[in-house]
C-alpha cells in the first residue's frame, strides 16, 4: 500500500514515463503507467482509490485535451496536464477543459512533486469534516446557490452544474472575501498554492470561465468586477445559509 497516494501518469514517451514513475514511487506514491489515452481511459473505472492524473497533451490517437473532456464526464480527479514550453495555448485550452493545473516540459521531477502534493493538501482541506463555524452547506448569491457539499452550481434559470475543482476553488475563494479586492497573486497561491508569473494567463482563463458560468458578461460584469491593476473582487451581496 502506498503510503502518500495513488497516482496515474499517461505519457506515450516511455523515458518520461519511466522517469516520472520511478521518481514517484521514490517518493511513496503508487503509480501506474499508460502510453496512451485510450487505453488509460479503458482502465481508469476500474482502478479503485487514485487521487491524481499526470496527464501528457501531445499523444496519439486520443490526445490529453480528449482525455480531459472524457474523464470530467465522469470523475472529479484532480489533473495536471503537461504542456510543450512554447504553446502557452496547450494551457490555456487544458484549463478551460478542467485540467486543475499544468507544467511545462521540460521540468524538475522535484516542481512536479510540489504541484501534486500541493493539490492534494486542496482536495483534503475540502473533503474535511466542516467546523461548527463553516457548517452553512449553501452560498446564495445574484440569484446563484452553491452547493458547498456537492460542488453544484444551482442557476437562477432552475439549471443545475457540477463546478470542477479549479472553478470551485476559485468560487469558494471569491465568495469567501465577498467585496474584498482578492489579487492575483493571492488568487495563485491560495486556489494553486504557487507563484503568479508576469506573463502567466490562467487566472484570467479562470476568471474568463468562472463569469461564463455565472452568466457575468465579461464586458460589464456585475457578479465579477476587476479592479485594475489590484486582482478582483465579488461585487455582489452574499449570503451563507444551510437552507438552499
Known amino acids: 500500500m502506498s503510503e502518500k497516494g495513488k497516482i496515474f501518469v499517461v505519457d506515450d514517451d ?28 479503458e482502465a481508469f473505472p476500474k482502478q479503485q482509490g487514485y487521487q ?11 490526445d490529453g485535451y480528449e482525455v480531459v473532456r472524457k474523464l ?21 485550452i487544458g484549463l478551460e477543459m478542467g485540467a486543475d493545473d499544468y507544467l511545462a ?18 482536495v483534503e ?35 443545475v452544474e457540477n463546478l470542477s475543482g479549479a472553478d470551485f476553488n476559485l468560487l469558494m475563494l471569491l465568495v469567501g472575501r465577498a467585496g474584498q479586492v482578492v489579487s492575483r497573486e493571492d488568487i ?21 470561465r468562472l463569469r461564463h458560468q455565472l ?8 457578479v465579477i468586477k476587476t479592479v485594475r491593476g489590484k486582482g478582483y473582487v465579488m461585487a455582489t451581496e452574499v449570503d451563507f445559509s444551510n437552507a438552499v
Open 14 to 41: 516511455d523515458s518520461i514515463r519511466d522517469l516520472l514513475s520511478g521518481y514517484l514511487r521514490k517518493n511513496g506514491f503508487e503509480v501506474i503507467g499508460f502510453a496512451d489515452g485510450e487505453s488509460f481511459l
Open 52 to 62: 491524481l492524473v499526470v496527464l501528457d497533451i501531445m499523444m496519439p490517437g486520443i
Open 72 to 92: 470530467r464526464e465522469v470523475s472529479k480527479i484532480p489533473v495536471i496536464m503537461l504542456t510543450a514550453v512554447s504553446d502557452e495555448i496547450d494551457r490555456i
Open 105 to 122: 516540459k521540460p521540468f524538475n521531477p522535484r516542481e512536479l512533486l510540489a504541484r501534486i502534493k500541493a493539490i492534494m493538501r486542496r
Open 125 to 159: 482541506t475540502q473533503e474535511a469534516p466542516a467546523s461548527e463555524s463553516q457548517s452553512q452547506r449553501y452560498c446564495h448569491f445574484n440569484g446563484y446557490c452553491l452547493d458547498t457539499l456537492t460542488r453544484n452550481l444551482h442557476r437562477p434559470e432552475e439549471q
Open 188 to 208: 495563485a497561491r491560495l486556489t494553486r498554492s504557487r507563484e503568479v508569473q508576469p506573463m502567466d494567463r490562467f487566472i484570467d482563463v479562470q476568471i474568463s
Open 215 to 222: 452568466g457575468d458578461d465579461a464586458r460589464h460584469p456585475v
